[in-house]
């Protein structure tokens, strides 16, 4: 039996930093490619302060994906096994991240 050891810590701290980052850096990806690139036409100006309400609204988003990330176990550690046979439960997180995202936006 393996106990958990300041590596084991360490490395899971380092993924949750990592997918925080990642998670909220791709919903700002979003809004600056939906309001600044003019790649995707808008019909009204968004309002004035529209980065900082995309901001907390990211914000959320991220505390919402880590915990379901951590309800499924994507950062107990160690992992063993190769990494193919985490892609189901990798994609079912994101998954369900996406529809809460979705409905917490339809709600607000």
Same mark, same amino acid.
Request: no cysteine; aromatic share 12%.
């Given at each position: 039996?393996?106990?958990?050891?300041? +590596?084991?810590?360490?490395?899971?701290?380092?993924?949750?930093?990592?997918?925080?980052?990642?998670?909220?850096?791709?919903?700002?990806?979003?809004?600056?490619?939906?309001?600044?690139?003019?790649?995707?036409?808008?019909?009204?100006?968004?309002?004035?302060?529209?980065?900082?309400?995309?901001?907390? /609204?990211? /914000?959320?988003?991220?505390?919402?994906?880590?915990?379901?990330? +951590?309800?499924?176990?994507?950062?107990?550690?160690?992992?063993?096994?190769? @990494?193919?046979? +985490?892609?189901?439960?990798?994609?079912?997180?994101?998954?369900?991240?996406?529809?809460?995202?979705?409905?917490? /936006? @339809?709600?607000?």
């Amino acid at each position: 039996m393996h106990h958990r050891d300041t +590596k084991d810590v360490l490395t899971s701290a380092v993924a949750v930093i990592g997918d925080a980052l990642a998670v909220f850096a791709g919903f700002m990806l979003a809004v600056w490619i939906r309001f600044d690139t003019q790649l995707i036409p808008i019909r009204d100006l968004p309002p004035p302060d529209y980065y900082a309400i995309y901001m907390r /609204a990211a /914000a959320i988003a991220t505390i919402l994906f880590l915990f379901i990330f +951590k309800v499924r176990g994507l950062y107990v550690r160690p992992q063993i096994g190769p @990494f193919g046979d +985490k892609i189901p439960r990798l994609t079912n997180a994101i998954g369900l991240g996406i529809i809460l995202s979705v409905a917490l /936006a @339809f709600a607000m």
